[in-house]
């Protein structure tokens, strides 16, 4: 398992870029009409993903797959109740959120993991999270950090990026155990190793989104 999770890692790696938006919030540079259109974009991400990992779960009913995906969704659920209060801090309610028009590029990583729920291995979802999961981490926490340090958002408010910033161990565990399951199952470990480098370029794409067009910092 942890070797498998290393080289997904390291194919990861290879692909790493730098991440323009978060260097242009920690130096204060990212205007307010970017951070409410960060709201909207994540609105429409978090939304999708909840939906993709119910899907999962009825796909893959029986544990360990099935209480993963599940307990997966419902952090979807309490992530997408977080980003209201974001959203409320720059005055925006949900009917403003569901009118926001999304770009694209930055809609390209909830697009592919509804093709991975519909047509991908159990394995292959779960892999991606323990693959990703330390960078992802750090990158929300950093975005809530600049977003309290430089632009004046309470804790509350930044509560969204906080709970994506830790992952409990007690879901690290249970996507250990399904990609066992499903590898046990057959399931091709290439496919997995797969899928967690085009998460990883994905969730890429959208910072790189969330970035044009602004000024380098």
């Not at 969204?160 to 250990?176: C, G, K, N, V, Y």
């Not at 399951?181 to 899928?195: C, K, S």
Request: hydrophobic share 50%.
């Amino acid at each position: 398992m942890a070797q498998l999770v290393e080289r997904a890692q390291a194919e990861i790696s290879k692909q790493a870029e730098g991440n323009r938006f978060l260097d242009l919030l920690e130096n204060g540079a990212a205007p307010a009409e970017r951070l409410r259109r960060l709201a909207g974009e994540l609105y429409r991400l978090v939304g999708s993903d909840r939906r993709s990992f119910a899907l999962l779960a009825s796909r893959f009913a029986e544990p360990p797959a099935g209480d993963l995906f599940l307990a997966m969704a419902e952090g979807e659920a309490q992530a997408l109740r977080l980003l209201l209060d974001f959203a409320a801090a720059m005055g925006l309610g949900e009917p403003e959120l569901r009118a926001y028009e999304p770009r694209p590029l930055a809609q390209a990583y909830p697009a592919y993991l509804t093709q991975t729920a519909l047509f991908g291995a159990s394995s292959a979802v779960a892999l991606a999270l323990l693959a990703n999961v330390t960078e992802s981490g750090a990158t929300y926490a950093r975005v809530a950090d600049a977003l309290r340090s430089r632009y004046g958002f309470s804790e509350n408010a930044v509560g969204h990026f906080r709970f994506f910033a830790e992952t409990p161990q007690s879901l690290l565990d249970a996507a250990e155990a399904t990609v066992a399951a499903g590898l046990a199952l057959g399931e091709n470990p290439d496919d997995a190793v797969r899928t967690a480098r085009m998460v990883s370029a994905y969730e890429a794409a959208f910072w790189a989104t969330m970035a044009e067009g602004l000024d380098e910092a």
